[in-house]
């Protein structure tokens, strides 16, 4: 390709670009699109989970490592489980090494991207040119503009800068991160129940910090065990990885550990937890991924949201081009594709701030939430509540299961 114009530019191939490229390749799209990304490959040290595949193209549904039709949730001597017979509702996992190498297996053998790895850009966009020409960046000393500009790139998850990006915020608001540092477990010996995922394990509190252990267990000898915190401090993910290191030596998972068990490798990250941040807006450049809020504030949760956006993004883009041709226009202009539709439905967004808020009046109750919703509502309903897909019936069973007091102060009250 190398040319100094193409329709679609896409910084950063994390998964919601990489997203968007597939669902436009299946849709049979045949504009230019170009991929810049700082990092040499893609980053495999992760995984995604999400409730039931019904959305997912056959193509993706066929990468899942794994289904649980049951998961727990513990807090003290208590614990809840979840159990469903549907696979529409089943929790599901794919891991991120599958997904890339499916992704790259098929985008690099289509001629209509060009990939730069390990390669910095700098945007070029300007008040007066950007609605013009749409978007620009500076490539390898070279100006290169399209009609698209799609942005994953410097994602924002640092407290302070995520705190930046609240809108009239008072000095004392505080921001919940999500901080998670896990480690990929094998042992020689049996020790895993591979048909319980447990999502929140000993969940435990303070004024500032809500911290539980998450386990995906694969098969009997495998497993991710990661220690997760919602907090309002700045976490080290150091100072994680060798307390998750503790519990799997303690077997704080509930399993008997083994001198056989081996650490094989890390995942971490830190997420913002914030319905008040929005994207930041550079010219025409779409915020994509986590830096497009294309992630359920409340949990963390992105790769459905992520895979309807990009089905519904990548109709947007081949609607267009087609009117284009049949207009006999010869450009797919900027100002003729809005993209108008939330990532997250806009109910949940609002049901979100409000948890969060009562989550931020007192961190402390996290533990006692979470258990009220593990404990009465029942698997359908909170796997479809987890998916933006809940009934209305859904909605009353999970607003009843809310202690009261607490959400009707968050509702009437501004914070300080």
Known sequence: MNADRVDIIIRGAGLAGTSLMLALVEQGYTGKILVVDKLPK?????????????????????????????????????????????????????????????????????????????????????????YEEGVAIMLNGKRVSADLGFDSAGQCTAPDAALNKVPNKAPNTSIINQYFSGAWVTSASPIFDSNNAALMKNMVADNHCFEFTYILPFNAHSALIELTRFSTRQESLSDMQSACEQIIADGKYGTNISTETT????????????????????????????????????????????????????????????????????????????????????????????????????????????????????????????????????????????PKRPFLRALITPEH
């Open 42 to 130: 893609p980053d495999t040290q992760k995984t995604w989970c999400f409730w039931g595949d019904q959305n997912l193209p056959d193509s993706l549904r066929a990468l899942i490592a794994k289904r649980w039709l049951t998961w727990s949730f513990s807090s003290d001597d208590e614990e809840f489980e979840h159990k469903t017979s549907s696979l529409d509702e089943s929790y599901c996992c794919i891991k991120a090494e599958d997904f890339y190498q499916y992704a790259l297996s098929k985008l690099t053998k289509t001629s209509n991207i060009e990939w730069h790895w390990n390669t910095d850009c700098e945007q070029l966009d300007s008040d007066d040119t950007a």
């Open 263 to 402: 650490i094989e490798r890390w995942e971490k990250g830190v997420l913002p937890m914030d319905t008040r941040i929005k994207p930041v807006k550079v010219g025409n450049w779409e915020s994509i991924g986590v830096k497009g809020n294309m992630i359920r504030a409340s949990s963390g949760y992105a790769f459905m949201i992520i895979q309807r956006w990009a089905k519904y993004a990548a109709a947007v883009i081949g609607n267009n081009a087609i009117h284009c041709e049949n207009s006999g226009a010869k450009d797919t202009h900027r100002q003729q594709i809005v993209f108008t539709k939330s990532a997250v439905p806009s109910l949940y967004t609002k049901l979100d701030s409000v948890f969060l808020k009562v989550m931020r009046n007192d961190m402390a109750r996290a533990p006692q939430l979470f258990s009220a919703m593990a404990q009465h509502i029942e698997a359908g309903a909170f796997a479809r509540f987890m998916s933006e897909s809940a009934s209305f019936k859904d909605m009353l069973a999970m607003i009843n299961a809310m």
